[in-house]
């Protein structure tokens, strides 16, 4: 499972990079408040991806068509997207703390 959680780069360097921040232009926001909105919804959506993925771990899948390899990248790739789509449509709320820190980090370090 792919991860793209900012470990050993800044803030700044990872929000130019996302891939998520390349979403269509929202009205009234500036281009560094779009690319901190969609890094702090693909951080909830990792968050989300582990959590939903913990809770189909124990389940098992014996039967004529169950279990295997298939099973388990689907299981995987099914998880994910449930992921994306909950932080897309307003999540749990992480995204919305995440991104209220990055705007006050990012105006603790202009002063």
């Known amino acids: ?3 793209n959680l ?3 780069i800044g803030v700044k360097q990872y929000l130019n990079t996302t891939e998520a921040a390349k979403s ?3 009205p009234g926001k500036s281009t560094y408040e779009q690319k901190a909105r969609a890094a ?3 951080f909830e959506a990792t968050f989300l991806t582990t959590y939903i993925g913990q ?3 124990g389940l098992k899948t ?3 068509f169950g279990g295997g390899y298939g099973e388990k990248v689907y299981r995987d790739m099914m998880t994910e997207q449930y992921a994306k789509h909950t932080a897309a449509s307003g999540g749990i709320g992480i995204a919305d703390q995440v991104y209220t820190e990055i705007l006050r980090m990012q105006e603790a370090n202009n002063q």
Do not use: I, K, L, R
């Open 40 to 42: 702090a919804e693909e």
């Open 6 to 8: 900012p470990v050993a």
């Open 55 to 57: 809770m189909f771990s």
């Open 1 to 3: 499972m792919q991860t």
């Open 24 to 26: 269509p232009n929202q």
């Open 62 to 64: 014996d039967g004529p």
